[in-house]
């Protein structure tokens, strides 16, 4: 693929939103496999025991597949779990199984509860330009396992009604990991998803989530389109699925963003008219 610039150390960015449904398992794979497909190497970290990234991604997930779970409750080395993603090269996923679902409570009581995720990635001795870290639509251990592990977080906005709210819960958990456990973390990026431009409603909650986030919204926002949603049934993002479709370009696009802003170039730089 095309090269980016690389990040000099491991980028760890956690997809977070406890609204389900707006795009955090979608945006995960695709900008995963775009930042892939520029030339990076990249970990996707299933931590929702639904297991959707993992079934996006083509990656065996039954019960008996060690697993994202083994990492957590049993000290598992990731590199033990972590498989490579067929057709796209570069791009490798710890898979989640149902196992997961039953980790949110059994966490509860082992020591360092909270940075059992950061220890195994820390840990993790292959070289990777990006982790990106799909969380559960709630706010329990496995998010603050996530918050805890990663300087990054991701919140894929859906522009609807009522796009902002609830926002307020997740940006105080930030909040409080930053003070107590992880003072790197911060919301470094904004995606809008499933965006359609034609209705007004749509760039009016994108009007208000810029004047309310700022920079850290990309430029480039998701479309909504038939294509993206229909890639994960073959298992598949829809980079390899349909890569000339409208969805496939937005999502390279965020990712060039994404790369650029991590080496401080700002996305209008890159169209401003050369000085002199
Ligand atoms: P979350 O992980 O936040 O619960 P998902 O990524 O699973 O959300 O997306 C929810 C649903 O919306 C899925 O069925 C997905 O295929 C669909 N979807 C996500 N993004 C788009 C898009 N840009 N266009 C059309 N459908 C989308
Ligand atoms: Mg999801």
């Known amino acids: 693929g095309e090269g980016l610039p690389r990040p000099d150390r491991t980028r760890v960015m956690v997809v977070a939103n406890q609204k389900g449904g707006v795009g955090k398992t979608t945006s995960t794979v695709n900008l995963a496999a775009s930042l892939a497909l520029h030339g990076a190497r990249v970990l996707v970290v299933d931590l929702d025991p639904q297991g959707n990234a993992s079934t996006a991604l083509g990656i065996d997930h039954h019960a008996e597949v060690p697993s994202i779970y083994d990492v957590l409750v049993e000290s598992m080395p990731l590199s033990e779990v972590v498989q490579p993603v067929p057709d796209v090269e570069g791009l490798f996923c710890a898979p989640a199984t149902i196992d997961l679902a039953g980790a949110e409570i059994e966490l509860v009581s082992l020591v360092a509860r909270e940075s059992r995720l950061q220890r195994a ?135 060039r963003e994404i790369a650029l802003r991590g080496v401080g170039v700002h996305y209008e730089a890159q169209h401003a008219p050369a000085s002199e």
Request: glycine fraction near 8%; charge should be negative; aromatic fraction near 6%.
């Open 121 to 255: 990635i820390q840990a993790y001795d292959q070289p990777l330009d990006y982790i990106l870290i799909d969380c559960p639509p709630s706010l329990g251990l496995l998010t603050v396992n996530a918050l805890v592990a990663g300087a990054e977080v991701l919140i894929p906005i859906q522009c609807e009604y009522y796009a902002l709210e609830g926002l307020g819960q997740l940006l105080r958990n930030v909040d409080l990991v930053r003070g107590h456990l992880n003072p790197d973390l911060h919301v470094s990026t904004i995606l809008l998803t499933m965006y359609d431009g034609r209705t007004r409603l749509a760039s009016q909650v994108a009007e208000e989530v810029r004047t309310h986030f700022g920079k850290e919204v990309l430029r480039t926002s998701i479309p909504r389109s038939v294509r993206i949603s229909e890639a994960p049934s073959y298992g598949q993002t829809v980079l390899t699925y349909d890569p000339g479709s409208s969805g496939s370009l937005s999502y390279l696009e965020a990712a």
